[in-house]
């Protein structure tokens, strides 16, 4: 059985950095492709980072420069490193896996496996 799990959100000022932590299970950690999306109340679901198998990352222009996706194939994991954050990066973060190694999307709709999400709360 596929399972992604989320960790690593909280509260942090304005400003501040945060790191989340996706580990994934049940699955050939290097067949799949793994994205990070978020989705605030009221709004919905957007792609914030995505990474394929062999290291290409993707950032679209709300995020670039400040958010950093990365992965340690040996502990299953992926990680979101979140710098400068702002009241606006308020959400609920998802991590979601897809075999396909090679495909970078940030279209929800190519991913398959979803974890339950870890909330991010930025003060000002």
């Known amino acids: 059985q596929v399972q992604v799990v989320e960790s690593g959100g909280g509260l942090v000022q304005a400003g501040g950095s945060l790191r989340l932590s996706c580990t994934a299970s049940?699955?050939?950690?290097?067949?799949?492709?793994m994205g990070w999306f978020r989705q605030a109340a009221g709004k919905e679901r957007e792609g914030v980072s995505c990474?394929?198998?062999?290291?290409?990352?993707y950032y679209p222009s709300f995020v670039k420069g400040r958010f950093t996706i990365s992965q340690d194939n040996a502990k299953n994991t992926m990680y979101l490193q979140m710098n400068s954050l702002k009241p606006a990066d308020t959400a609920m973060y998802y991590c979601?896996?897809?075999?396909?190694?090679?495909?970078?999307?940030?279209?929800?709709?190519?991913?398959?496996?979803w974890g339950q999400g870890t909330q991010v709360t930025v003060s000002s």
């Open positions: 990474i394929s198998r062999d290291g290409v990352k």
């Open positions: 979601a896996a897809v075999p396909a190694r090679y495909l970078l999307s940030l279209a929800s709709s190519n991913y398959n496996y």
């Open positions: 049940g699955l050939t950690f290097d067949d799949y492709a």
